[in-house]
């Protein structure tokens, strides 16, 4: 009665129907008449995204943090060293656009604060970026040579992992004070922050590597390189992309700490950092502390919930309800 | 006949997701005599592990919704049972037995533990001697060797097959009248499966308990069960004694699925599986769910206007829900020399 | 378990080693010890010269590495080279203070956190969720010289306007030579222990909600429900037995980390503990006070991560270090 069907083949890509995936093939579909869009994996993530309510927020959030920053020139109603004795500790006031106050200079503290945010993202962008990219390159290293390779490397993800960031931080950024401060914090910001993404990456890339199209490539001849781009590496930029977006978070607020105590970026150059330091020892300018510290705060959520987005967006393995 | 121990009338069940509203069971209706053996077949997403979880009350009720049905076990409606009755005869009257023997224990407690609170749950007076020795009579039952010192070991310790065999060990601790497995071997290497079946049948023996058989290999089916329903999409599609269905199916889609196996003792060239896949479940294709890839349909409206019904095929114990099901008349199935109990793989 | 605990100190030794001698050479080369003497115009060169060959500071890195090595069993850590204090003395009522702050802020949190995170997941999805969990995500995006800040002109404020002293906004004692468990010691601690509690509270209750989820939708729970428990020993006896495990691990990992002194928090508060004494020490270049606090800050987290790692294996049977 039922004809003979071909060979069992891999099954066709579901057929869309009313936006919804259809249990008929393509074929069978449009041999009804129906529409069918076929959509890819990276549609999915972007709509998932998008629906993300607090991902939004955060993204709106950011935008409008990091890009007073980024256009601090023309943002700011001052520059950030515009010293001003007559006006010496206001509180935030409608006057003179002085709207966070100012400071024991007279300087206008809202235009400090928005310089800061600009340092202060300039240092987290480029470490995260920076890191990201180290890792990446170690992982993948790691993950795909194995050996003695990984081992070293793996101790030296370790070592690092356990040492206290602050602590080894405060102690070099002491004694290499004053030499190219930012440039410096960067680069040993950038030391510490590269491991999470090696460990990922690696732990992909060890998985990957004993799956088949691995093998079929390389019996084609695929050249290393070639095979860790193409077919190793798009599977590790879900946890990529998340992490590298925490870490601007990680990176903003370790330089915060350091500036806070004094031995990173330092003044008259704002950030975030140094800016709630000058509040210190004096209860009476709470402004001085509390609003760079807010805006530090907002900035820190606002990459987490968008960094949560895309973690929902990139990695559905959430928990499915069993039907 | 005598009268069923179970009897499922109209049960209906939906989840609600993000994606819609899932129709995971579409009012099914089955009973099951004391001491019998149902099997219920069917692919992943039948509704077939859905339709026992809903009995025990194992379904998390914010997704999930008993939308309508009643479960009369021995004269008590279990779906409008409260919490606390409920609670009384799960794991005393009704038993399950689940599929993964990896995840299903608790790893940090020890088996012995584990089997002891299936007993002094429902009956808390127990001495824990008794309760000791109640539970190594269990495990030497079931065939775990040495089973005074593997009672005081951790899950880590057992392998698939015997922690498999503990989780039956458990099930039964408490001379359950239902045991409902939800495809106890499907986790398990092939020879393993054979000795689990083999617990499964000295524990049938024993305890004289009506067994739900869940699985989704006929093969299976075909060596335990007395009765068989197979279910699509959340509906059972037929129903009736294994011999009658493995001889003469008169469901399309059952005979798709006998047709797909593999006969041992036939050349075969290509294997047949059933075109296209299963549909989604929160938008069923209109009619009979199976009607896409069904080879009897061939586009007639009926299909896709009507959700046929189950209706008698061949006596009443033999049932079918198809419109066409009496074309299948006649129709040989690969299976239609009589099917020998514990001639299976 | 002797044998893995005797090998992992055993592991542990080279890698003190190789660290504190990195960290010497880091400190000795780019730190400027005697520099008070070299900057006193009257301080003649041969006291320079004495002193420096006293310190050994005119002989080889690996030479001085020893001589430092050395200093650290027999003379505990022996002299700052700019004060001509012993070292010892100080940082030991550092530790002692530390503790006591780091102690009592981890005890608190943890109760806390892990009752909320049990709850929270209890009630998945309610108001006491969606309360505690918001909380969790500011708490832990706050840094903690914020919040540190903000306590301190809350209660600063307090006692300007209402004249009465609630908590105290620096220091350890009131007066000189306070005693450890006064009441004003623990007036004058509260803040920086709520400040610390409120970050670790917010890693334990997220963490103990995420690992809460994870078990109880997990087969065994499926399981034990299905043997007729009742919801309670569920979740006590099986879902919180298993989540509490790496809650275990992470906590006392957190000590180790906390015990380098919240460096921050100190400061902010001006505590005399680790974090503080160490930030001191490091402005003034203090060479061989920095180093003291660096081995025992090493020392101290490779004893906790061992702590972690026997916790684990102790609450997880799968574990076993045979």
Redesign the interface.
Known sequence: MTEPTAPLQASPPPAIIDGMPAAVPVDVAAAEGLEVTVRSQWWYARHRFLRHRLAMIGLVGLVIIFGAGALANWVAPYTFDQIDLNNILHGPTTVGHHYFGTDEVGRDYLSRVIYGVRTSAEVGLVVAVLSTAFGLVVGAIAGYYRGWVDNVIMRITDLVLTIPVLVTLLTVAALLAGKGSLWIIVAILTAFFWTPIARIVRGVFLSLREKEYVEAAKAVGAGDLRIMFRHMLPNTLGPIVVNGTLAVADAILTEAFLSFLGFGIKPPTPSLGNLAAGGQGNPQDWWLTVLPGLVLVLIVICVNFVGDGLRDALDPQQRRVRA | MADPLLSIRDLTVE?R?D??I?H?VDGISYDVLPGETLGIVGES?S?K??STLAL?G?IPQP??RIVSGTATFKGTDLLKMG?QEL??????EV??V?Q?PM???????RIGFQLG??IK??YPKEPDDKVKSRVVELLRLVGVPNPDIRVNQ?P?EFSGGMRQRA?IA?SIANSPSLLIADEPTTALDVTIQAQVLEVLKTVQEETRAATILITHDLGIVAEMCDRVLVMYAGRIVESGDVQTIFRSPRHPYT??LL?SLPKLTEDE?????I?????????R?SGCAFH??C?LSQGRMRCRDEVPELHSAEGQSHRAACHFSDELIG?ASKFSEPVEAGSGS | MLTFIARRILYSIPVLVVSSFISFTFVALAGNPLANLRANPRVTPETINHFEHLYHLDQSIFVRYAYWVESIFTQKFGVSLLSGQPIWPDISVAIGHTLQIVLIAQVLALVLGVAVGIYSAIKQYSAFDYTFTSFSFLGYAMPTFWLAALLQLAFTDIYLHWHVRIFYTSGLNSGAGGSNWSIDRFQHIALPVITLAVVSFALYSRYMRATMLDVINSDYVRTARAKGLPERSVIMRHVVRNALIPIATVSALQFGALLAGAIVTEFVFTLDGMGYFFFNRLSQSDTYSVMAYLMIVAVSIVVFNLIADIAYGFLDPRIRYD
């Open positions: 989840f997701t994606d819609g899932v995971a997403g509704g592990s859905v025990l194992l997704p999930g919490k609670r009384r005869f799960r794991g005393d038993a399950m689940f993964d995840t299903s224990l608790n790893p940090v407690l609170e299936a749950t429902h951790y880590h989780m458990m005979v798709g047709d060239e290509w294997l047949r599986p075109p296209g896949s299963p549909p989604s479940l929160i938008n294709p896409p890839r080879f129709h």
